[in-house]
């Protein structure tokens, strides 16, 4: 059964500050892997999708890695803003899209002002 | 930007009464999702709907729960029976194809629908 760990569980970082949040899973079968962004009380923003034959993407500030083979997956923010303040969550699929998304806990991120 | 729009936002129940939670996915999308989150806990796949059947369920999504695509752009989750271990945010998403290793499985997810049970 896939799971997926997310380290550290929350981090608070001063502005301008160059950040990287962790994901593992422990079967490195997968499709792709999803970065998401969560708000408070808010639904799931897709940030970043990298398939499994892919290592990297990148979206404006943003980038991320991904090593199947270790079961690793980074998320890279550069700059970092008071807005980028919000639980990013890494999610998998492990079957094709049809059984779902496999999410981490998520690490929930400050940026201090 | 074409958005999935869930009903209610909040919804607060009895326990034992039957509730039912409403969402307009994508237009173009044909493949639906419901998701759940317990508060504090990880974002839980429920089940996903195609063609107007299940594709998939996980073995959270037991007899209590139905889904329903009554026309052509509601698609519903139903809780018969409410626990106080249902109360949540409950999560629709769709998307336009699968994943899998030929294309891309971006999922769109509406704001979430937060069940307390009391």
């Known amino acids: 059964k896939q799971e997926v760990t997310q380290i550290p569980a929350a981090l608070s970082v001063p502005e301008g500050e160059n950040l990287v949040l962790n994901c593992s899973f422990t079967?490195?079968?997968?499709?792709?892997l999803q970065w998401f962004r969560q708000d408070p009380g808010k639904g799931l923003t897709s940030l970043l999708l990298?398939?499994?034959?892919?290592r990297e993407q990148t979206s404006g500030r943003l980038n991320a890695s991904l090593d199947k083979s270790s079961g690793r997956s980074t998320l890279y923010i550069a700059a970092s803003q008071p807005g980028d303040s919000a639980t990013y969550l890494c999610a998998v699929d492990s079957g094709g899209g049809a059984d779902g998304l496999t999410f981490g806990k998520g690490t929930h991120l400050i940026i201090q002002p | 930007e074409p958005e999935v729009t869930q009903t209610p936002s909040h919804q607060v129940t009895q326990m034992g009464q039957e509730v039912i939670l409403r969402c307009v996915p994508i237009s173009n999308h044909l493949y639906f999702y419901w998701y759940r989150q317990i508060l504090g806990q990880k974002v839980e796949f429920l089940v996903s709907f195609y063609n107007n059947e299940i594709s998939e369920k996980s073995e959270i999504f037991d007899d209590q729960f139905s889904v329903e695509r009554p026309d052509g752009s509601n698609f519903t989750l139903k809780i018969r029976s409410t626990k106080l271990e249902d109360s949540a945010m409950y999560f629709c998403?769709?998307?336009?194809?699968?994943?899998?290793?030929?294309?891309?499985?971006?999922?769109?997810f509406g704001a979430g629908s937060r069940l307390t049970v009391l």
């Open positions: 079967d490195s079968a997968i499709y792709n």
């Open positions: 998403a769709s998307s336009e194809a699968l994943g899998g290793l030929s294309g891309a499985n971006v999922l769109t």
């Open positions: 990298i398939q499994s034959s892919q």
